[in-house]
């Protein structure tokens, strides 16, 4: 609280100053509010935004199924908002301002937007309007004017909607259309020339056929097997091949063949009968002969039309022809069967392999363009699912407007607030009261940032130790008791200082009002009261406050060197003497005070010379004398010294090789505990 305090005092000045332009311009506010703006009137009404009912289910075949229950409310979309922001909008307002009876008075569209206002009603489709207005029928109509052309401007906008949509929904919906009959044409060709068309169920057909027909197969050429064994085992009975057999049955069964066989039989006889009785150059032999000869001629001729191609070894003549049932023919029947059995099983196994073959190859002909017609069917799907969307949308067009701009529904008419709106006195003043607390604040802090106090923490971070922290000391108590009992922080800091290989003591500050007269003369007292003898100097030649403390005036050199004074019994002050203000640097740099200040100390017989100097920010005749009196003691003030003005100050002390003995602390605030002893003593001193 105490820092608090501090700060105020040490910028009193323009916080005085901006707290009074602050009440100076509140008290203008009110008078000007009260003389001058006029009671505003305000207009209510009520608009309600009903829920769409329209929903647009639509089946899009590959694509999925299509469902628009229109606009929603949820974070991210509130239908409340489009319609506020269409009700606030410049063109709506502007065409409310145009039929405005005030319109003169808005110069610009800004400003009268400013007496309208809507906002949206929590957890409701409710919207709630309200207008400002210098009269109560102004409000009225300002209200009923901007819900009319708020009506007619979402009008406009389902128009424009429909319009828009419309005209390209149309287009798309051709283009739609032509990629689907694009499509169509594309997969039907392709159908046609691959025969293709549900592969699934034309791959299912084909892999049954084929497995049929190698069943089929499998049987068939197993009989055709079956046949051939058998006639291989009749032609190796007969000892003839089946076209032997053929042939010689053809010959067997045919009776010119066998009538010349048989005249041929009979020649034979008669010509070994008359061989046996004529020679063979006799007529009879030869007659015979030369019919033989002529029937074996013939017998050739019968066997080249009943087996052409055949030769005599490939024909069994004797077959047939005895008159008699030849096993033998039983025998080459059987064989002739089963030779014809087994080619026709033959070919008809070689049939169903072609048929096989032809399965077979519609199968790769589905499996190598599978792809290409799942792909174009997918082509298909897509374009038929694009299209239906198109159309279905199409169809929203005709209720998709009110869905965006709905009717807006009028539950409350405009009404007027019996009880004008007028300016606050109590909001004026409590914002005067926060524009100077939080301007308070502000101008503190930039000027804390721009001249910062020393604080505790600053004082840790320096290197010179703290010898003493001093509470607030009441200097008349001390001057006019210059004898009395000296306070316990002085006597602390007294014996400190007692602990100085020298006996002079330089006592400074970074600026003015830190209490370094004030501590010097406490100081002095202190080591008085421990029995030392002590002499003050007032080194402040231009302020000379210790001398007109102690009610001593300055006097001119040309009176001669001033002499110490007593203050007290063991206390001497030496006053200031009178110099202008150009000869103060001279007096001090040419040797002048360091002389004079060795003759008086060897003189009197001083333990201790305290020196009170001027500030070291304000007069540089203190780097002067600290080259005399090497010992300094640095004053600063909690809450009032100013942090670069006591660093610059270091660093100027350490240029001149000034020997910095140790911090003293002014005006801290003192503990409950010293109040109490001090309260105690005062007690039992009091009782004595």
Not at 86 to 102: F, G, N, Y
Not at 439 to 457: A, D, H, W, Y
Request: aromatic share 6%.
């Amino acid at each position: 609280m105490n820092h608090i305090v501090n700060i105020i005092r040490r910028h009193w000045m323009p916080l005085l100053l901006l707290n009074g332009v602050v009440l100076a311009a509140t008290l203008y506010s009110v008078i000007y509010t009260k003389t001058n703006v006029a009671p505003v009137w305000k207009a209510t009404a009520k608009l309600n935004l009903p829920q769409p009912t329209t929903r647009l289910d639509t089946n899009l075949g590959t694509l999925g199924q299509i469902q628009n229950t229109a606009l929603g409310f949820t974070r991210e979309l509130n239908p409340l908002q489009i319609q506020m922001a269409i009700l606030m909008s410049d063109t709506v307002m502007e065409r409310t301002l145009a039929v405005d009876p005030e319109k003169s008075l808005f110069p610009r569209l800004s400003d009268y937007k400013l007496a309208f206002s809507a906002t949206p009603q929590e957890q409701s489709t409710i919207i709630n309007l309200q207008v400002k207005a210098s009269s109560p029928d102004i409000a009225q109509r300002r209200l009923s004017n901007l819900i009319n052309i708020y009506q007619l401007r979402l009008n406009e906008l389902r128009h424009q909607d429909t319009n828009v949509r419309k005209q390209f929904s149309q287009t798309d919906l051709e283009e739609a259309q032509a990629q689907l009959a694009k499509a169509q044409a594309e997969l039907a060709s392709f159908q046609q020339a691959t025969g293709l068309t549900e592969v699934a169920e034309q791959t299912r057909a084909l892999i049954a056929q084929q497995r049929e027909l190698r069943t089929t197969y499998t049987n068939v050429l197993s009989q055709a097997q079956a046949n051939q064994a058998q006639a291989q085992a009749a032609s190796e009975r007969l000892g003839i091949n089946a076209q032997q057999a053929m042939n010689s049955l053809r010959l067997g069964e045919n009776r010119e063949y066998q009538a010349i066989r048989q005249k041929l039989s009979d020649a034979e006889t008669a010509l070994a009968e008359a061989r046996s009785r004529y020679t063979d150059e006799s007529p009879q032999v030869q007659s015979l002969l030369s019919q033989r000869q002529e029937l074996m001629q013939l017998l050739n001729q019968q066997i080249a039309i009943a087996a052409p191609g055949a030769s005599a070894n490939q024909i069994d003549p004797t077959l047939g022809g005895n008159g008699t049932r030849d096993s033998r023919i039983e025998m080459i029947a059987e064989l002739i069967r089963a030779q014809n059995n087994a080619a026709g099983l033959q070919q008809q196994a070689n049939q169903i392999a072609s048929e096989i073959n032809r399965v077979n190859a519609e199968l790769n002909n589905i499996a190598q363009n599978r792809a290409q017609l799942i792909n174009l069917q997918r082509q298909y799907e897509i374009a038929e699912g694009v299209y239906k969307s198109i159309l279905a949308q199409v169809e929203q067009t005709k209720t998709n407007p009110f869905n965006v701009y709905p009717n807006v529904q009028t539950l409350d008419a405009p009404a007027i607030d019996p009880k004008p709106e007028e300016p606050s006195k109590r909001a004026i003043a409590l914002g005067g009261i926060l524009a100077g607390l939080f301007g308070s604040i502000s101008l503190i802090f930039f000027l804390e940032k721009r001249n910062p106090m020393l604080r505790p923490k600053d004082l840790e971070q320096v290197e010179f130790p703290v010898l003493g922290r001093i509470s607030r000391l009441k200097r008349a108590d001390m001057e006019r008791n210059l004898s009395g009992e000296v306070a316990i922080e002085l006597q602390r800091l007294a014996s400190a200082v007692l602990m100085l290989e020298h006996q002079r003591l330089l006592v400074t500050s970074s600026t003015s009002g830190e209490g370094k007269t004030t501590v010097t003369l406490g100081l002095a007292l202190a080591l008085v009261n421990f029995g030392f003898r002590v002499l003050i100097v007032d080194g402040d030649l231009r302020q000379a406050e210790l001398s007109q403390r102690l009610g001593q005036p300055q006097k001119k050199l040309k009176d001669g060197q001033p002499s110490p004074v007593s203050v007290c019994l063991g206390l001497d002050l030496l006053p200031a003497p009178a110099l202008s203000k150009g000869k103060i640097p001279e007096f001090f740099a040419r040797g002048s005070f360091q002389q004079y200040l060795d003759q008086i100390q060897a003189d009197g017989g001083y333990d201790y010379v305290l020196v009170d100097s001027p500030p070291i920010g304000l007069a540089s005749e203190t780097n002067l004398m600290s080259s005399v009196v090497r010992n300094v003691l640095f004053v600063v003030r909690s809450g009032k010294s100013d942090r670069y003005a006591v660093m610059d100050g270091f660093e100027q002390l350490a240029q001149h090789h000034a020997q910095i003995m140790g911090l003293v602390v002014n005006y801290v605030e003192p503990k409950d505990v010293g109040y109490r002893y001090g309260r105690q003593r005062e007690l039992i001193e009091t009782e004595a």
